[in-house]
Nanobody, 122 residues
Framework: QVQLVESGGGLVQAGGSLRLSCVASGRASNTVAMGWFRQVPGKEREFVAAAGWTGSSPNYADSVKGRFTVSRTYASKTLYLQMNSLKPEDTAVYYC???????????????WGQGTQVTVSL
């Protein structure tokens, strides 16, 4: 099993920045990739970004390219999402996920955190 705990969400004005963190524990070393997804009520969980633990370049949704940056620290099994130039449409619950392939669909990930709320006001 892999446990994921996110932190760093909050309320920010449009144009501001937030950094989300996700700490993986348990059998995290067995996973290959981690990703960030987000979800608003009534909509499906949406891919934001993904990164492999080593080697591969991160992958981003078009809606966040140039504004969000994903990074990871293998030694501490921590994934980060630096979010800059935030927009009201970025408001969502953000989830960290871990799995065995660097995919853009939620169903490909095996483990999920509890989510952290990000709210961007005008």
């Amino acid at each position: 099993q892999v446990q994921l705990v996110e932190s760093g969400g909050g309320l920010v004005q449009a144009g501001g920045s937030l950094r989300l963190s996700c700490v993986a524990s348990g059998r995290a070393s067995n996973t290959v990739a981690m990703g960030w997804f987000r979800q608003v009520p009534g909509k499906e969980r949406e891919f934001v970004a993904a990164a492999g633990w080593t080697g591969s370049s991160p992958n981003y949704a078009d809606s966040v390219k140039g504004r969000f940056t994903v990074s990871r620290t293998y030694a501490s099994k921590t994934l980060y999402l630096q979010m800059n130039s935030l927009k009201p449409e970025d408001t969502a619950v953000y989830y960290c996920a871990a799995g065995y392939s660097m995919a853009v669909v939620a169903g490909a990930y095996n483990y999920w955190g509890q989510g952290t709320q990000v709210t961007v006001s005008l």
